[in-house]
């Protein structure tokens, strides 16, 4: 048995997750318990990690560390295996994989293994990466190492896109997504969010990846992994345009827009399709 963060979930948490990332009622499969391909989104596999116990302290690795001045810079996610589990005890042993000086900001970035309790079979990895504003100029390195998929740029073709997905969030879409387990203020609280130099609370990142990342999904089917940056901010109720493109090696390559403004918020996004991928 490996050694780490419980977390426990039931149906439940899986619909509410689903939910918080724009699941329709009409998507029985994401919202219905009884539906007989009743399952998560690929991205909750971000989830399970998430409020693992960390093995360091952001005020003993970077200077200045302030929490309001914490942002979501990038998110890898490998699932070991479909059907991913509607219900368990799942493991998370998060470790530290590097701090890197970007001057003004540090950027850090820890790598997670999450694994079934009972059996000790992994079910997914993250690597997730926070900017930290005002807590470079300490003299580390600027670049981070290449970690493959994790790392990847993942540059947009030049030729328009194959498939291009528009769903729009709610004004809700924060205070709902918070309850699978991101309880950070600047999503919900405009006074902690008007410190961190935003004029509303934000979208959660894992929100607005897990919005496209259906949208990859329900176009191409199940994925390996997938990466994103955060680009850009999203405020909820602002739209999102999900470009994809198909590339070779049974890759999507993807980017989202914010139609209000025309801004990137996910770039340098790619999946690696379990399958062909054929569009769906
Ligand atoms: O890109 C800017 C931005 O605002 N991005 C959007 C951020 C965002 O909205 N994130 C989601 C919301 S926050 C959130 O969800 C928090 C959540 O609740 C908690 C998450 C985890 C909690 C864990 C607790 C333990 C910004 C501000 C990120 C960067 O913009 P600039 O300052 O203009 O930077 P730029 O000049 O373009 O680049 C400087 C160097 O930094 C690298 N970089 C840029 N964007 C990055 C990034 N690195 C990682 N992630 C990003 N998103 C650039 O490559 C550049 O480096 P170099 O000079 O070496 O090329």
Known sequence: EASGSEFTFEERD????????????????????????????????VIPPFNAEAPFSFDDIVPNFSPMMLLHGEQYLEIASYPIPTS????????LLEVVDKGSAAVVKVGTTTTEKETGRKVFYNEQTVFLRGSGGFGGERKGADRGNSTRANKVPERSPDVVVEEKTTEEQAVIYRLSGDYNPLHVDPAFAAVGGFKAPILHGLCFMGIAGKAVYQKFGPYKNIKVRFAGTVIPGQ??????????????????????????CIGGAGVELVGEGKEK
């Open 14 to 45: 899986v619909m509410l997750y689903n939910l918080g990332v724009g699941a329709k009622k009409s998507e029985l499969s994401l919202v219905f318990e009884g539906d007989e391909n009743f399952q998560p989104l690929p991205t909750f596999g």
């Open 88 to 95: 368990g005890t799942l493991i998370s042993s998060p470790k």
């Open 239 to 264: 739209t999102l345009i999900t470009e994809m493109w198909k590339e070779g090696g049974n890759r999507v390559v993807f980017q989202t827009k914010v139609k209000e403004t025309g801004k990137l």
